[in-house]
Every structure is written in C-alpha cells, then in structure tokens.
C-alpha cells in the first residue's frame, strides 16, 4: 500500500538523543514536529561506550531515570607502564558522572519528545533531500519499502555519525581520517573492573585514542576501544589492538564477552558551518563529538535545545532561512565551539606523544595537588617536574 | 578510473556489525547503511580505501 506524503513544521532525522532533545524543544516551543528513525526500535542497536558526564542533564531537562545504570565516583588515568592518576569529584566537579543503559536512555528521550507532542515514525528512513529554488524544503524517505515525500520548512539533520543528510544538502561535513576514530567494544563479565570508577589506558595500546573500562555492575563492565584510523595499519586493527589488551590484563582476559559494539567516532575540530536554508544540523551528525574524550551526548544534547528552539521560532517567523539559523550557530557555538577546538588541539598534540612521555604527564599528575582538572592545570603540573615535555605546549598555559 | 580494484563489503552478518562507520568516513559519501545492509556505489567509488582502515573489524576487502 502506498504509502502518503507528509507534511509537518520540523522535521528531525534520528531519533538519537539530539534528535529527540531538538524535536522536544521544538514543540515545546510550538511547532508541529514530526521525527523519523529509520530503526524499529529507538536506542537499539546499542552503539556507544555509555558513560557520560552529568553536570549539564539539568540544564535541558533531563531528569534521572532507570536508563542511569552506576554512578561513578572517579575515572582513573592509566599511562602505558600503567601509573594511575585518579580524577574524583574534588577535582573534576560534576563532570564525573554516570554509565548508562544507552538505548533506555534514547527511548526515554524520545518518550519526553513524544509526549511533548512530537510525532514519532519508525522503520522510516530518508532517502535523499529535497530541495526548491536551493533551499532545503523536506527529504523524499521510504517506509516499509514505500518511497513518499515529506515536506517541511525545517529539516533537522539528526543522523549521527554516518550522517548523509547533511551532504546530500550541501554542506561539507567530511572528516579527514585523523580526526576519526575506530571502535570496538565488549560487554565482558566475570572481569576485575571497579564499580567506582572508569578507566582509560593511554598510549600505543590504543593509537590515537584509548582502551576504556567503564563498569556495569559488579564484574561487568564495558570493555572498549579507539584507534585513529590515520594510524590503523591492518584491516580490522581496532578488534587486533582490543584483543591484545585484554590478552595482557589477565583481571579481563579471564573475562567473558556477552556483546559487541563498533562504531564511528568523529575527533575533528568544530565544523565550520551548521546550518544552511531550510536545514541544521546536529549532534554526532555536526561533529559535535568532544574530540579529546570521544563523548558525544552531552553536546548533542545542549545544541539540540539550542536546535529545537531556533527551529520553532524560524517556523513562527516564517524564515526559515541560512540566515536566521545564524541563531543557533551562535547559540551552540558560544557552549561548545571554543571547548571543542581546545580539545582537538590538544589531541593533535597528545596522538603524538611516546609511551616515555606519557609516562611522565600520569607520574607528574600523581605528585601535584591538582585542583581542578584542566588542560591548563595538567600543563602546569607537568611542567614543574619535566618542563622539556610541556615545551610543546606552550601555546596552551 | 579503469580496471577499479575489486571492493567487497561483507556485510551478510558474519563480519560486518552495522555500525556505520565506514558510511561516515566515506570522502564521496557513496556507501549506504540499510538496516542490516550495506551497499556502495560502484560507479563514484574510486577505492581509496579509507573505509578499509575505518571499519573496527575488517569486513571491507580490497584487492
């Protein structure tokens, strides 16, 4: 049976958490919004380490719900011959966080859309854009194998990682193979984690990126890993690099694997434009993802409130146009952009660096009574005990 | 680009995990991800293999 076209204020693409956020807060500022998902069920498959900061979940209206699986209370640090430096709560302030059941959590963004008065469409996926007199006025999509038109004034690109709606639209948002990583991850029981805290291993054990730990419950836990595919050197190295960690920590090699996870990682510097007629883009799909620690949510998150509201109010003024979304450039640049571009700086710099050095920065961590964690304040105290490793950093104290 | 080298994504299950991750580092944003699916087109892709070095457990062969 054919399947009609439809027509709607906002149309958001992903049902991802900056879609659901962009689609909440575009109804709740009063637009008809229609959301689409090209998967039969919201947050599954699950793609994604699932640990995440929490300071910010206020700030958009997210409340705390089942979908938080263990709080934290502190990640560790590991440098390559394996020195810990501890980040708790006295230094990181609110950014220690939670692991989360990832796909509860998307449902439950979703659930908040939905009942903000989003309407919600699965097993729906767009298919390529449509566009009149160079602007942006919907996607041709397909349903159950039916190909059918929607029709919007604003289409919100919330297609994450593998996002091509983006593209099809005309706006550049390639990456180069350095600001990409590669992951794989396990869900393994009966290992040595810590409920308390979320480890990450620094160094050639994970080129470009780092193995992390981020525990499920006693015994259980997420055992993960990202590798720069600028220096991937065989097929498949992320599985190669993940495999030879665990073989070598016998707390995890003794462990089972009940599930597997891969994925994209986008690590580059904020994209340049977000936004053009008749369309933004957001979350994962607008490389929003902190290049430095791999974490996406929180900034898909804010700029999707951002999203949602300026999509709402161009829909009102009835100018839906590059122009206009200059507000929500501005908007999501002002909390992230500068934030963003630091971070990828300083991961330029720290894919570089030897074993040797990173041993230094975790040993001089160690020593300093760091009181708020900072790229500045960790600089500083690895200059006063090996200033020769900070001489490449200058740019940044 | 004559005499392309052969590219074969396996993406029937037995590798191939659906992440998407080759689909979002593709430079000509020529490979599709559809459910359980993934198709390039052989006409714009110029086998820069990119992809080959994207996908965390090697399911794209080139040669």
Known sequence: MPVPDMKTDVLVIGAGPAGSMTAKWAAKSGAKVLMIEKRQEIGSPVR?????????????????????????????????????????????????????ERDEFDKQLAIDAANAGVDVVLKTAATSILKENGKVVGVKAKRFGESFEIRAPVTIAADGFESQVGRWAGIPTNIAMRDMDTCLQYRMTNVDS???????????????????????????????????????????????????????????????????????????????????????????????????????????????????TVAAEAVHAGTPTKEYFQKYEKGWRAFLEEKLYRNWLAKEKLVQLSDETFDKVIEALQDFKLEKLSVHNILKAVHEKYPEVTKEFEAFL | MPNKKHLHIESSGQLCIYCGACVGICPLNCIYLDETRITFDEKVCTRCEICVKACPVGAIEIG
Request: net charge neutral; aromatic share 8%.
């Open chain 1, 48 to 100: 994604c380490g699932e640990g995440m900061s929490k300071s910010w979940l206020a700030d958009v209206g997210i409340k705390p719900g089942r979908w938080i699986n263990v709080e934290v209370e502190g990640a560790r640090i590991y440098s390559p011959n394996e020195t810990v430096f501890e980040i708790n709560e006295k230094h990181a302030g609110n950014e220690v966080g939670y692991v989360v």
């Open chain 1, 194 to 308: 810590d409920v308390r805290y979320c480890d990450f291993y620094l160094g050639k054990v994970a080129p470009g990126g780092y193995v992390w730990i981020f525990p499920k419950g006693e015994g259980l836990a997420n055992v993960g890993i990202g590798v720069q595919v600028s220096q991937v050197k065989a097929m498949a190295d992320a599985r190669t690099f993940l495999d030879r960690w665990i073989d070598h920590h016998p707390g995890y090699a003794k462990g089972k694997k009940i599930d597997m996870v891969g994925g994209g990682v986008s690590i580059s510097a904020p994209l340049k434009q977000t936004a053009g007629d008749g369309i933004m883009i957001v979350g994962d799909a607008a490389r929003m993802i902190d290049p430095l620690t791999g974490g996406g949510i929180a900034n898909g998150c804010i700029a999707g409130k951002i999203c949602g």
